[in-house]
């Protein structure tokens, strides 16, 4: 089975296209679409945009790659302020 997967970017969210497979082996292909919050406050819409992401991700790559009790893997977070910003 092919294993690539195709993430696009769209005007208000992300798009994940992923392979699958049906229990009597047919291929498919599963969409899923992970929108951008409404932006209802202040924030810089790159966060909205890096939620959206980080969601996508963790659906897409979790499972595999994702840090777990006993084992290392990725963590995924979004910050709502800059690394330089004050406390």
Same mark, same amino acid.
């Given at each position: 089975?092919?294993?690539?997967?195709?993430? !696009?970017?769209? /005007?208000?969210?992300?798009? %994940?296209?992923?392979?699958?497979?049906?229990?009597?082996?047919?291929?498919?292909?599963? !969409?899923?679409?992970?929108?951008?919050?409404?932006?209802?406050?202040?924030?810089?819409?790159?966060?909205?945009? /890096?939620?959206? %992401?980080?969601?996508?991700?963790?659906? /897409?790559?979790?499972?595999?790659?994702?840090?777990?009790?006993?084992?290392?893997?990725?963590?995924?977070?979004?910050?709502?302020?800059?690394?330089?910003?004050?406390?």
């Amino acid at each position: 089975m092919n294993t690539t997967i195709k993430i !696009t970017r769209t /005007a208000n969210g992300w798009i %994940l296209e992923e392979p699958q497979q049906y229990d009597d082996g047919t291929e498919y292909v599963s !969409t899923s679409v992970f929108e951008d919050r409404e932006n209802m406050s202040s924030y810089d819409d790159r966060v909205e945009q /890096a939620e959206s %992401l980080m969601n996508l991700m963790q659906v /897409a790559f979790g499972s595999d790659c994702g840090q777990s009790k006993k084992q290392g893997g990725f963590v995924i977070s979004v910050e709502r302020e800059g690394y330089g910003q004050d406390d």
